[in-house]
């Protein structure tokens, strides 16, 4: 019932009419920018330093090779020798490196163990490479790993929280090598809508188009392409910095999203629901066992008995009503109307398919 009463709370502050759907977004926030975009940088290296904690190499010989492999060149000669330490762990690395970034700059790292260490804490990453998908390398990672979970283990118990074979790096990496990409020199941009829609990208170009005749043109409804108008004395990059913060009006179509392994369901403020009645009821059938000693008379050389007592309750839902919406109805009075019938989110799921299958809701739902 908490669900229901929240979202028919968040419709009240969406419904049209109200401050919450006349509002306006940033068009910064709605699109992303054609090349502006990060890129995964991935890695594997070891972590030394753990107290114990870390790979068994009879078990993980990946471990000792790559020990070997690192002593090697430091000038350490250990092959045909056998290393049993427990005090590094092979991990991979992951990273993100935001776009434009120079030479240089730090970013933070990931650090994940592959073996079986059942804790990183206290370790430290060894300098190892980040690559990209097409095999260059664009970083180098080391340093102190910090972790958030923890775990403890007796010989009858444990405690545990959180994950403690996942690491963070803070600026744990420096940028060497960067993705080229001229942006001043670029002719035109194209403006990817996050959710692709007909409306809003016409009202995108309309906006731009009323400060910078000429300068857009919707391509489809996920694409709207920017060209500098003959009247516009600079650059792309110069025009997507001046239309970045106009204002625009985000139509949204009509949806219905179920997690029915959750409970949980989310409706846009479009649904409109056709005239339809509704009830809403079930058969329950409760078994309680309450077994009962039965004590024999003195002297009767009885035996003590237990004697089952079974009590089955039946609720058939006879007290629930049939609800009825008429004439185009907003989600506002469905999930009212719900909530007066006592459905619980579960229910509402059902009723909603139900409804879809009636041709009454007129939404699509998706089930996640």
Do not use: W
Not at 237 to 252: G, M, W
Request: proline share 5%; net charge neutral; glycine share 10%.
């Amino acid at each position: 019932m908490h669900i229901l009463r929240f979202l028919l709370l968040a419709l009240v502050l969406a419904l049209p009419g109200t401050a919450a759907a006349n509002s306006a977004h940033r068009i910064k926030d709605i699109v992303d920018i054609e090349n502006v975009r990060p890129n995964q940088l991935v890695g594997y290296g070891l972590v030394v330093g753990l107290p114990g904690t870390g790979d068994r190499t009879r078990n993980t010989p990946f471990t000792e090779e790559s020990m070997q492999a690192m002593l090697e060149r430091m000038g350490v000669n250990v092959r045909g020798s056998q290393l049993k330490t427990m005090n590094v762990a092979a991990v991979s690395i992951t990273a993100t490196m935001p776009p434009f970034a120079r030479a240089g700059s730090r970013i933070d790292v990931t650090v994940s163990a592959i073996g079986d260490a059942t804790s990183l804490q206290g370790g430290t990453l060894i300098a190892s490479s980040l690559r990209a998908l097409d095999g260059e390398i664009y970083a180098v990672a080391q340093g102190q790993v910090s972790v958030s979970g923890f775990k403890a283990q007796g010989a009858a118990a444990s405690i545990s929280r959180g994950v403690s074979t996942s690491a963070r790096i803070a600026d744990g990496a420096i940028i060497e090598r960067e993705v080229p990409f001229a942006l001043r020199s670029a002719t035109s941009l194209k403006l990817a809508l996050k959710n692709p829609d007909f409306t809003t990208a016409n009202m995108i170009a309309g906006t731009i188009n009323s400060t910078f005749a000429g300068t857009a043109e919707v391509l489809d409804p996920a694409t709207v392409e920017l060209k500098p108008g003959p009247g516009f004395p600079g650059s792309v990059v110069d025009l997507v910095a001046r239309i970045e913060n106009l204002p625009v009006t985000v139509d949204q179509p009509a949806k219905v999203i179920v997690n029915e392994a959750s409970g949980t369901v989310v409706m846009g403020a479009n649904v409109r629901i056709s005239p339809v009645a509704i009830a809403q009821g079930g058969l329950t059938i409760s078994v309680a066992e309450t077994p009962q000693v039965s004590q024999p008379a003195p002297l009767s050389q009885g035996q003590t008995q237990v004697v089952p007592r079974t009590q089955v309750t039946v609720d058939d839902g006879t007290g629930r009503s049939l609800g009825t919406l008429g004439g185009e109805t907003s989600l506002a009075s469905l999930v009212a109307g719900l909530n007066a019938l006592g459905v619980s989110p579960r229910d509402l799921i059902t009723i909603l398919q139900a409804v879809k299958s009636a041709g009454a809701l007129q939404a699509d739902i998706e089930v996640q």
